[in-house]
């Protein structure tokens, strides 16, 4: 089974500053995808970013980037001038090319201060 | 986000009681799924239907009942639960059951078991 680690149960930072979410996971697969999800206090899970293992490029979607080292299994989350609305849960997850499952790791708060 | 739509969005039950939670996708997709996200653990998944035919199903015990009537309505039947499975039951949604289709989650069911 695939596992999905998140080091860092709560970050800080401060609006219009710029921080990094870390996520490292465990497969043996060559094809798979990785996603960012946010969950803000609504709990509504939503979509970030989404990184296909085959693409050596870095995804990015406006202010949300990724450094997705394939070597390494590391899928580091970028966050550039944050807001107060980006407050919220991020997880980090894993689904194989064949698996059904999404492999969310634990998480990780992020706090916005103004 | 309104693509999937949750009922109820909280629930009370004794132990003793039958309960049904309701999942709509109005995104066209083809498969469905339940998840349950525990405090302090990651999201597991629960079942999974692709055209109505479940596909998937983790070990999750019989008190859970799923039911998918048609590709855009997915339930969950519930009985005889137990306090521990108070918890967040979140549906998603996605085209097909690929590893490449993103899944789409909706706002879910806050259960807490009494």
């Known amino acids: 089974a695939q596992t999905v680690t998140q080091s860092q149960p709560e970050m800080s930072v401060q609006e219009a500053e710029t921080v990094t979410l870390s996520c490292t996971y465990d497969t043996s697969e060559s094809d798979y995808y990785l996603f960012w999800y946010k969950q803000p206090p609504s709990r509504q899970m939503i979509l970030v970013i989404r990184?296909?293992?085959?693409?050596?490029q870095n995804a990015t979607e406006n202010r949300f980037s990724v450094n997705f080292q394939k070597a390494a299994k590391s899928f580091s989350l970028k966050i550039s001038d944050s807001q107060l609305g980006d407050a919220a849960m991020y997880f980090c997850a894993y689904r194989s090319e064949a698996g059904y499952a999404l492999n969310f790791g634990k998480g990780t708060s992020l706090l916005v201060t103004p | 986000e309104t693509g999937v739509t949750q009922t109820p969005r909280h629930l009370v039950m004794g132990m003793t009681n039958k309960k049904s939670l309701k999942c709509e996708q109005h995104?066209?997709?083809?498969?469905m799924y339940w998840y349950k996200q525990s405090a302090k653990k990651p999201l597991e998944l629960m079942f999974v239907y692709s055209l109505e035919e479940r596909v998937e199903n983790n070990s999750v015990p019989s008190r859970f009942s799923p039911e998918c009537p048609n590709s855009s309505h997915l339930f969950l039947h519930l009985h005889t639960l137990q306090p521990e499975d108070s918890a967040l039951y979140l549906c998603?949604?996605?085209?097909?059951?690929?590893?490449?289709?993103?899944?789409?989650f909706g706002p879910g069911t806050r259960l807490l078991v009494l």
């Open positions: 990184q296909e293992a085959y693409k050596q």
């Open positions: 995104l066209g997709h083809n498969a």
């Open positions: 998603a949604s996605s085209l097909g059951t690929s590893g490449a289709e993103t899944q789409y």
